[in-house]
Nanobody
Framework: QVQLVESGGGLVQAGGSLRLSCAASGRTFSSYAMGWVRQAPGKEREFVAA????????YYTNSVKGRFTISRDNAKNTVYLQMNSLNPEDTAVYYC????????????????WGRGTQVTVSS
């Protein structure tokens, strides 16, 4: 089982950018599709983006398309989420997770989870 540690969150003004990283332990990282899921205060977890094992295929929730980019570096066992044009509605704890069913947006189809990193966007 892979262990995941997120980093890169913080406080940013609306319109700003952040880059989240998720470092995975173990030598099986490249065998997993990966995803990012977020949870805003008082709300359920929401799918954000996912990437397949090779990095050649990605998909996003509609609200972040054109603003967020998911990528991965299998040599570094790391998946990234570049977030641009942030707005207050993006405020949430962001989790990376292994995607058990690539193409699914249900958080139930994600396996191992990190502890999350807080992203706060001020208006």
């Amino acid at each position: 089982q892979v262990q995941l540690v997120e980093s890169g969150g913080g406080l940013v003004q609306a319109g700003g950018s952040l880059r989240l990283s998720c470092a995975a332990s173990g030598r099986t990282f490249s065998s997993y599709a990966m995803g990012w899921v977020r949870q805003a205060p008082g709300k359920e977890r929401e799918f954000v983006a996912a990437i397949n094992r090779s990095g050649g295929s990605t998909y996003y929730t509609n609200s972040v398309k054109g603003r967020f980019t998911i990528s991965r570096d299998n040599a570094k066992n790391t998946v990234y989420l570049q977030m641009n044009s942030l707005n207050p509605e993006d405020t949430a704890v962001y989790y990376c997770a292994t995607s058990l069913v690539f193409g699914s947006t249900s958080h139930a189809d994600f396996g191992s989870w990190g502890r999350g990193t807080q992203v706060t966007v001020s208006s």
